[in-house]
């Protein structure tokens, strides 16, 4: 049995951050990334930079083709780069194997046939191993030969005429609205009765208003019920008739990934799954953590980064980092135009009680978008009445994936929001709407 000073399973983003910095510390760590594709984590092989990729060809250059050509490029480079940041590294040791574990601190390393070829044991264990796709209990869906994935849609040797997507979350929608901007027909079929439920309604309004400009067809309150497949697709049965396709996403959300043998350890699973931490990340198993979505929670790689954060305070520093500190999460949907959001609605503080004040200012109101030569959207931001703060704020429109951040800091530092009407803005850009948008 090898010994190390910490062991990670999965080699996500915030596995990998922890690596580095604890053999910069003079540790040894053993890294246990069972699929090669997977160097680097979930983000940079299957989620948002190979999607992002694609969203920014579909936008650019319109060629499908091409398109997926420079996002394996790009995956590539960073899956390969990424493996010899930490298997170049002296202290670090990366095991392509399946990890099982044996007891709290010691995992089994599984070959193919799943048999075990070694044991580690380590003073300190991560789980970071992610989430995977649920696959809905439909008929046919194990049978069909044309459903995807989020992941497996990204790998496509084809371009999709009609796109049938089962549901209608943000992963869906910003897929719907790539491939649209590919040309190829989409339709998103929705059991409940509108999308973005925890959004603005204004935002909500405008989001729609493009998506069916764009083509997308949005039908609700529709169950799906069978695949047939077709020499040509498939046939998609519902509750409001059939839909042909040639590629059907299956976009019904996520689940940790939790094969992990856990019943040999005192970590203990949620009410969803997830491993269930405390604030600091750790499990009911001494010295072991969980990091990333297997967790739960949102689902972001820079939550990952963060998490990372806590972790090497726990293990490093002081143990004052917990995630009741890291601030207000901004997070953003990449339809088109993009969707940004930090913090509360109005609707959402006026439930909680405080005495607000709304303002919204159209995206056509602002000079930049005469440069953008892009019109749509809608910025609306959400103020303490009583203390000038600011609650949250919803951007629609272009360059608020970039503009969010700034509003996350202000939220952070308790800034009066005048603070941000009265700032000087450079000219012409999307930020200084500030002056108008905080108006109020």
């Given amino acids: 049995m090898r010994q190390f000073d910490l062991v990670i399973i999965g080699f996500g983003k915030g596995g990998k951050t922890l690596a580095k910095f604890a053999s910069a510390q003079g540790k040894k760590v053993a890294v ?82 799943e048999d075990v070829v070694e044991t580690l044991h380590a003073e300190d264990v991560v789980i970071n191993t992610g989430a995977m796709s649920v696959i809905p209990k439909i008929t046919g869906v194990e049978s069909s030969q044309h459903l995807y994935d989020s992941a497996g849609i990204m790998s496509l040797d084809f371009q999709p005429k009609q796109l049938v997507i089962i549901g209608a979350g943000y992963i869906a929608l910003e897929f719907a609205s790539m491939f649209a901007n590919f040309d190829t027909q989409v339709t998103v079929l929705e059991r409940g009765n509108d999308i973005m439920a925890k959004e603005d309604n204004d935002i909500v309004t405008e989001v729609k208003k493009d998506l069916a400009n764009k083509g997308v067809n949005i039908i609700y309150n529709v169950n799906t019920e069978r695949f047939e497949d077709t020499e040509s697709g498939t046939i998609v049965h519902t509750s409001n008739g059939d839909y042909e396709a040639d590629a059907v996403l299956l976009a019904t959300g996520r689940k940790p990934n939790v094969d992990l043998d856990l019943d040999n350890t005192d970590v203990t699973l949620g009410e969803h799954g997830e491993i269930k931490v405390n604030e600091y990340l750790q499990t009911d198993a001494q010295h072991v953590y969980a990091i990333g979505d297997v967790k739960g929670g949102m689902q972001f790689t820079y939550i990952s980064l963060d998490d990372f954060r806590i972790v090497k305070d726990q293990l490093f520093g002081t143990g004052v980092r917990s995630t009741e500190n890291r601030g207000a999460v901004p997070y953003t949907v990449f339809i088109d135009p993009p969707m940004a959001r930090v913090g509360l609605t109005g609707q959402e503080a006026k439930n909680q009680g405080y005495n607000v004040i709304e303002n ?35 951007l629609y429109g272009l360059e608020s994936e970039e503009i969010i951040n700034v509003l996350k800091l202000a939220i952070d530092q308790k800034l009066n929001y005048k603070v941000l009407k009265d700032n000087i803005y450079t000219h012409p850009t999307m930020v200084e709407s500030f002056n108008d948008l905080f108006d109020m």
């Fill in 32 to 113: 246990i990334e069972k699929s090669k594709k997977m160097y680097g984590g979930t983000c940079i092989n299957v989620g948002c930079i190979p999607s992002k990729t694609l969203v920014h060809e579909g936008l650019t250059h319109n060629d499908f083709n091409k398109a997926f050509s420079r996002k394996k490029d790009v995956v590539d480079v960073l899956n390969n780069k990424n493996y010899h940041n930490l298997a170049d590294d002296n202290n670090i040791e990366v095991l392509d194997y399946t990890a099982k574990f044996k007891s709290n601190n010691e995992v089994n390393l599984l070959n193919d046939n």
């Fill in 360 to 394: 919204a200012l159209p995206v056509n109101a602002i000079p930049r978008h005469k440069v953008n030569n892009d019109p749509r959207g809608l910025f609306k931001v959400v103020v303490n009445k009583d203390t000038e703060t600011i609650l949250g704020a919803t």
